[in-house]
């Protein structure tokens, strides 16, 4: 068991904060005969974590079930998230992708818990408190990865990450398969352009995009449902306050116009666990899968100049 770090504040606040609940809920998801997903490492950043103090990591410490809207209902939606998003990348990986990148990769333990083909690489992109917090705890597992891992301490907010990227050895001329999971939720809708415009400018032909994204703006009535009331007053993560309220790009459209392949799609689209309620947070969520078939003509060409 991981033991408490001296220093966790980069995770232990705003949208941070969530990444913890991701993994509370990757534990729990683990613990389920029927689990999605399996990570084993997700409850050793829970109990790293002074934040976390008395949230559960084990279904049996989860006293409705899946009746109970944060770690029921919302636990088994990331559980059923970790699992789609693991199908697409080792989709790839099969059909040859040695690249990944992990936009806003949070606590995601992919580099370690999946069986990647020889000569994989898995970068991963986030704020430097976060990836401090994941690496100490870490080390204290003495945990391998099953790829090659790089980590590249970066805000995705600005528009300067992509040179990071270059610069820790991303290969622009080979495929790489992108994710942005809970990423994009929390962004600015104008970083959200400029992130799917370097994502295309950096993808050879055959590269892939996984993203998340809410349709359209919540009614009230959604945005008092017992899920976020629960996450608010329990646990102290506010997602309405975290999710930016502008109106989001269309990226899928966005990608689509730049020569990608988009198919978009709705967790009740997957045979789970999970079924629509009325007033439902999760009925606006949508995962589009693209891949690209062209790139630009020229780099100057996509940005506009």
Not at 143 to 166: F, G, S, Y
Not at 175 to 181: F, G, H
Not at 221 to 226: E, G, H, K, L, T
């Amino acid at each position: 068991m991981a033991t408490t770090a001296p220093e966790t504040d980069g995770v232990e606040e705003g949208v941070g904060l969530t990444a913890l609940m991701v993994a509370a809920a990757r534990a729990i998801e683990t613990g389920r005969p029927d689990a999605l997903a399996r990570d084993e490492y997700a409850e050793h950043f829970v109990r790293a974590a002074r934040a976390c103090a008395g949230w559960p990591v084990r279904p049996d410490e989860v006293p409705d079930g899946d009746a109970d809207p944060l770690w029921g209902r919302l636990g088994r939606y990331f559980g059923l998230r970790t699992r789609v998003f693991d199908d697409h990348l080792l989709g790839r990986a099969a059909a040859g992708t040695r690249q990944l990148v992990l936009l806003g990769a949070g606590l995601d333990m992919r580099a370690y818990r999946l069986p990647w083909p020889p000569g994989s690489t898995v970068f991963e992109i986030d704020q430097e408190p976060v990836l401090t917090f994941k690496q100490r705890t870490l080390d204290t597992l003495r945990a391998a990865p099953c790829a090659r891992r790089v980590t590249i301490a970066a805000d995705l907010r600005r528009a300067d990450w992509p040179h990071a990227l270059l610069a820790a050895g991303l290969d622009p001329a080979r495929p790489t398969a992108w994710l942005a999971e809970g990423l994009l939720l929390y962004l600015p809708p104008a970083a959200e352009r400029r992130l799917i415009t370097a994502v295309t400018a950096h993808s050879a032909p055959g590269s892939s995009l996984a993203y998340e994204v809410k349709q359209g703006i919540e009614s009230a009535a959604v945005r008092n449902a017992p899920l976020y009331t629960a996450a608010r007053e329990r646990i102290g993560v506010d997602l309405l306050a975290l999710f930016d309220p502008d109106p989001r790009p269309d990226s899928a459209t966005t990608l689509t116009h730049h020569g990608w392949h988009t198919t978009t799609r709705t967790p009740f689209d997957f045979t789970t666990p999970l079924t629509s309620t009325p007033h439902d947070p999760l009925s606006t969520n949508r995962w589009t899968f693209a891949t690209n078939n062209r790139r630009p003509n020229t780099l100057t060409s996509l940005l506009g100049r």
